[in-house]
């Protein structure tokens, strides 16, 4: 009797230590995001260089604390938001490499970021590769994240790589 009394006595602290430690477990990570927000890009081209804004629509899909995937459209024009056949627009499709640090709830995460990109603008088309930094900081389920990203484009008269893009973006989003 008295091993049946101990053994009931001890379930209600075993219990009460698994719900302590659900309240320390690390979150998870992984998951698919959706997002939206403004971009503006610096063309270098020779010793010119312009600037124009657009806005940018992304998903991805973080795999863990440490890599995630990332497929982002991003016009590029005069007047953002106004998507006409002029306009140009960047498609990138890479990889963010980084840590999320975790704490109550939140965790940022600084991050490089490598892939590819297709420009195109009127009967312009090009692609290269890029690279770039950012960091993204995440409450809950709602994210915020700013980067920038560059890369080099042939220009219309020569077969050089001698456009430098550079696009600078924050982006509003959900990750589900």
Request: aromatic share 14%.
């Amino acid at each position: 009797m008295k091993k049946i009394l101990l053994g009931i006595s001890v379930l209600p602290m075993f219990f009460s230590t698994i719900s302590v430690a659900e309240d320390f477990s690390e979150p998870d990570f992984s998951g698919f995001r959706l997002g939206g927000g403004y971009s503006s890009a610096s063309v270098k081209e020779d010793d010119i260089e312009t600037s124009e804004g657009g806005i940018k629509i992304e998903a991805g899909y973080d795999i863990n604390q440490i890599v995630g995937l990332n497929f982002s459209y991003e016009t590029v024009d005069e007047s953002p938001g106004d998507i006409t056949s002029d306009s140009g627009a960047a498609t990138k499709l890479g990889v963010d490499l980084g840590y999320a640090f975790y704490s109550k709830n939140a965790f940022i995460k600084p991050y490089i970021s490598l892939g590819g990109v297709s420009y195109t603008e009127g009967d312009y088309d090009e692609s290269s590769l890029y690279g770039g930094a950012g960091v993204r900081y995440q409450y809950h389920h709602f994210y915020v994240d700013l980067g920038i990203s560059a890369y080099y484009l042939d220009s219309d008269e020569s077969d050089t790589d001698n456009n430098r893009f550079s696009q600078t973006a924050i982006t509003v989003g959900y990750k589900f």
